[in-house]
């Protein structure tokens, strides 16, 4: 069995070889291009056991986008949440609290997350912190004072919540 240019690209980028990955291995950019186009826009196969990566994910995206630009009369509105099973820190491998403050004051509001976080250790919040709602000046992670910290989570939660709202509300104008 031949195996074609085709074949070879679409190969290549499912290892996780990105456009330009694929182009420096010989292959012209307009031919790459039109050969991911129409993988993406080919039948969309979830996986057998129902988890997507990361590719999956900017592929239907991609297609999804394609598909909006090219009529006028689709109007779609996406929510995409990602639910972490587990997660470590690399530096002393203890485990992060799960609880996203993020997507807890969406979902329950401020006065619920502020008694969830009530409930947490000094040690906790500020992995959360960290995970979550990072400070690009380091000063709340040297905090001591509980509240402080809690009071910090709640006022990045509630901006960051509202980051892409227009895309997680539905328009009435129809």
């Known amino acids: 069995m ?5 074949d070879q690209i679409i190969q290549l980028y499912k290892e996780g070889i990105g456009i330009e990955g694929i182009i420096q291995k010989g292959f012209t950019k307009k031919y790459v291009n039109q050969v991911l186009k129409d993988l993406k826009s080919s039948d969309f196969v979830t996986p057998s056991n129902n988890k997507f990566n990361i590719n999956d994910i900017k592929q239907l995206t991609s297609v999804l986008e394609m598909l909006q630009n090219k009529s006028d009369r689709i109007n779609m509105h996406i ?5 972490i099973d587990s997660c470590s820190d690399a530096s002393n491998d203890t485990k992060i609290p799960l609880l996203n403050p993020v997507t807890a004051f969406r979902d329950v509001g401020e006065d619920r997350l502020k008694e969830e976080l009530m409930l947490l250790q000094l040690e906790d919040l500020i992995k959360i912190t960290k995970a979550y709602t990072p400070d690009l000046n380091g000063k709340i992670y040297k905090q ?3 509240n402080v910290i809690i009071d910090y989570i709640i006022e990045r939660a509630s901006k960051l919540s509202k980051v892409g709202q227009v895309f997680r509300t539905v328009s009435k104008s129809e």
Do not use: M, P
């Open 79 to 83: 929510n995409i949440s990602i639910k």
């Open 144 to 146: 001591k004072n509980v």
């Open 2 to 6: 031949k195996v074609t240019k085709k």
